[in-house]
């Protein structure tokens, strides 16, 4: 039973890739489901990240996207630098069967990329809190914002092209739905890492500092690391989000993508699952995805629907879907069968 | 040497003198009262020597090494610890959590480890956990350890803040009003409480307190401050009997 139980979980997740990875390679599913599950990929790596500072955390974070287009960027002109034509940076320096193997790696360097900007706000964040750190974080995201639109070379407001050269230099040397893959597996290593660091006891620090900073102080939690690790782990994973993007069909970014509109967003799809809750991040970004598609056919009136929906959650159910509980709690036979080791607690609360 | 030396501590809060030239040697084992009216700067010296206000002036040693200038974390790592006035609990954390929590600072596994829950971390965490359900059952919690710490009574509460400031394994022990807010009954076993965990822990007490019972008790030594200024110091006896304290409390006209 205990290694039924063990093999459960793995089995589960080879399941889901084997039907997404496998449908989408064979075009079960058609071009338009495959951008589909993409973008909720993406959207959970996202959801998932942000929850660590908004929920667990309890700050409020409302620049996201920044650390996205910090990601996307690095690592778009790194992999055409190096496996694309390109008429600003030369042409190919390795051969395109390379970028299968170095893809990964690349969206690595994007991702620490992406947190070594997030000591930008990681900083502050030991001197404030709430709205003045909001405040410093929508800075961040304008300061990367307009960088980036005055750097001629990366193409400045018009947006950097190019990615779909890489792309389809992947598929010529092997055809498979190469950026799906990667975003599944960036997903799992979000929840991964997410769900891990939090049940730990160095975790639970930031759990802390949400419900009294000082204390936590005080009771020998080193606040500031704490925060340094939340942050850059957290502005980490929205910068592979924003790789991943970056890959997308459209081979296209421009610093117009990742404005506060999109943290704002990425914002709502938080509070939406509930703060503090990473199956509630997961569920939320997968229903929001779908719920964006469901309402394509209403055109512009999509965006007064939505709102709208926010409204009457935030009055009927301000705590979000999960409203900081795990699906676990609620349903205990799935803690059985996915087994976290660290049950989490919170059945007790009313 | 005694354990805890303050000298010459002084701190203002703009113009306004909190606390003047505060002296204090704390002998391992012993038990302090520290008294005074409201506003006296009682809590403002815990505060200085806890490291949450950085002094103006003074220094505090702990087995002789300095402690102003260092991090509140790093200062409760070396080995001193407080409760606090009004609960400062993490209500929306489990029991155990709390508890948990603030072991912090004797993590050994690194933030990869933190992650990846490799065998080191699994020995430490297990650890961990063991060492905090059995603080909890010192202080008679055990069956509480998944209730939100909100959940519970307020003496309760009371309790778990000591515990949780235990667990950051300290010698000396710092109480900021433990008995507010509590019945004569609820008074009674704090003090039967504070015996206990000074034997059982080894520890070193420094307490502020207004319910007289508490201090007269428990205490082998007070020190009264008032504005800012220690003025008398003593046993409980002497202390009952001193006029400048009885005029601090009472006003000048008592006499």
Redesign the interface.
């Known amino acids: 039973m205990k290694t039924m139980k063990k093999l459960f979980q793995p089995l589960i997740l080879a399941l889901l890739f084997v039907v997404f990875v496998g449908g989408s390679w064979l075009h079960i599913f058609n071009d338009y489901w495959q951008l589909v599950l993409l973008f909720m990929g993406i959207n959970i790596i996202l959801t998932v990240s942000l929850n660590l500072i908004n929920g667990y955390m309890g700050e409020f974070s409302c620049g996201h996207a920044g650390f996205m287009a910090v990601g996307a960027y690095v690592s778009s002109v790194l992999t055409v630098w190096l496996f694309a034509d390109d008429k600003i940076f030369g042409p190919a320096v390795l051969p395109a069967s390379w970028s299968i193997l170095l893809f990964p790696v690349i969206l690595i360097i994007g991702a620490i990329a992406a947190s070594l900007v997030g000591l930008l706000i990681a900083v502050p964040s030991f001197k404030t809190r709430g709205d003045y750190l909001a405040i410093i974080t929508l800075a961040v995201n304008y300061i990367v914002k307009s960088a980036i639109e005055n750097m001629e070379v990366i193409g400045g407001p018009r947006g950097f092209v190019g990615m779909k050269r890489v792309m389809n230099g992947m598929a010529g040397v092997f055809n498979a739905p190469w950026l799906l893959i990667w975003t599944f597996i960036g997903m799992l290593v979000t929840i ?2 997410i769900r ?2 939090v049940s ?6 930031v ?2 500092i ?3 900073e ?11 690391r704490v925060k340094m ?1 939340a942050f850059m782990l957290s502005c980490g994973l929205a910068g592979l989000a924003g790789g991943l993007f970056a890959h997308g069909p459209g081979g296209y970014i421009n610093p117009g993508t990742f404005t506060i509109l999109k943290s704002t967003e990425v914002m709502v799809m938080v509070y939406l699952g509930g703060m503090g809750s990473t199956s509630g991040s997961i569920i939320s970004a997968i229903g929001f995805t779908l719920l964006l598609e469901v309402l394509r056919p209403l055109g512009v009136f999509k965006w007064v629907l939505i709102p709208l929906l926010l409204v009457v959650m935030m009055i009927f159910r301000p705590s979000g879907i999960m409203g ?1 509980k795990e699906l676990g709690d609620i349903f205990p036979k799935l803690r059985k069968i996915f087994g976290s ?1 660290e049950e989490s ?6 | 040497m005694p354990l805890l030396q303050i000298k010459h501590l002084t701190h203002f809060f703009g113009g306004l003198r909190a606390v003047y030239d505060y002296n204090l040697d704390l002998e391992k084992g012993e038990i302090v009262g520290l008294i005074g009216p409201n506003g006296a700067g009682k809590t403002t010296v815990f505060n200085l020597v806890t490291g949450a206000y950085k002094p103006s002036e003074g220094e505090v040693r702990l087995n002789g090494d300095n402690l102003v200038g260092l991090q509140p974390h790093q200062i409760t790592t070396k080995g001193i610890a407080r409760t606090f006035q009004t609960i400062r609990l993490w209500n929306e954390l489990t029991v155990l959590d709390n508890i948990r929590i603030a072991h912090a600072s004797r993590i050994k596994y690194s933030l990869p480890d933190s992650i990846l829950h490799g065998q080191r971390y699994q020995k430490e965490e297990k650890d961990i956990k063991e060492q905090a359900l059995k603080l909890l059952a010192v202080f008679g919690l055990e069956g509480n350890a998944r209730e939100l710490a909100k959940n519970l009574p307020y003496g309760a509460q009371r309790r778990i803040e000591i515990a949780r400031a235990l667990a950051t394994e300290p010698q000396i022990l710092l109480l900021d009003e433990p008995a507010a807010g509590m019945n004569p009954g609820e008074i009674g076993e704090l003090m039967a409480l504070i015996r206990q965990i000074r034997e059982e822990f080894d520890l070193t007490i420094w307490l502020i307190e207004h319910q007289m019972r508490v201090i007269m008790n428990i205490c082998e030594r007070i020190k009264v401050v008032d504005f800012g200024e220690t003025i008398a110091e003593g046993t409980p006896t002497e202390i009952q009997n001193n006029p400048r304290v009885v005029e601090a409390y009472l006003g000048e006209e008592a006499f």
């Open positions: 991964f890492i891990n660091f730990s006891t160095l975790g639970k620090g759990e802390a949400r419900e009294d000082i204390a936590a102080e005080l009771m020998s939690v080193n606040t500031k690790i900081g080791e607690y919170a059945l007790a609360s009313n």
